[in-house]
Each structure stands twice: as structure tokens, then as C-alpha cells.
């Protein structure tokens, strides 16, 4: 996760999910850092999550082929 303008009240951050890089608000999650792994939904990161959760949640992805859109 790459911050984007962090002493903005409007936080962003570019997130990689399945090689994908994309810009997404952090406006739920205002404590996310630099390797976080967090669950987005429509451009907005709304929860935190550990690396093991993380892992189960793109391993049932992949088992759906969903991992890469």
C-alpha cells in the first residue's frame, strides 16, 4: 500500500490486488499503514484484516477465478 497525500482529511492510498494497482479511499480505515492488508469495496477500503485472513480470502478467489478482476 502506497499512501497517497497523508495529512489530508480525505486519505487515499494505491493498493495491489492480483497485480492490479489501484487508488482507493482510506476514509474508513484511517489508521491503515504501509502494509496493511485491507478488504475494499467499491474504491473504499473498509476493514483491516491480517496477512493469514488475506491469504484465505484470495486463496477462495483463486479457487472461484475471481483472483484477477
Known amino acids: 500500500m502506497e499512501l497517497l497525500d497523508a495529512d489530508s482529511p480525505f486519505t487515499a492510498a494505491v493498493v495491489e490486488f ?27 477500503a473498509i476493514s483491516r484484516i491480517n496477512a493469514e485472513e488475506a491469504a ?9 477465478d475471481l483472483g484477477e478482476e
Not at 496493511?36 to 467499491?42: K, M, P, Q, R, T
Not at 484465505?56 to 472461484?64: C, G, I, N, Y
Open 18 to 44: 492480483g497485480g492490479l494497482r489501484r487508488q482507493v479511499s482510506l476514509a474508513c480505515v484511517p489508521d491503515a499503514a504501509i502494509g496493511d492488508y485491507v478488504l475494499v469495496h467499491a474504491g473504499v
Open 56 to 64: 484465505k480470502v484470495l486463496a477462495a478467489l483463486e479457487e472461484l
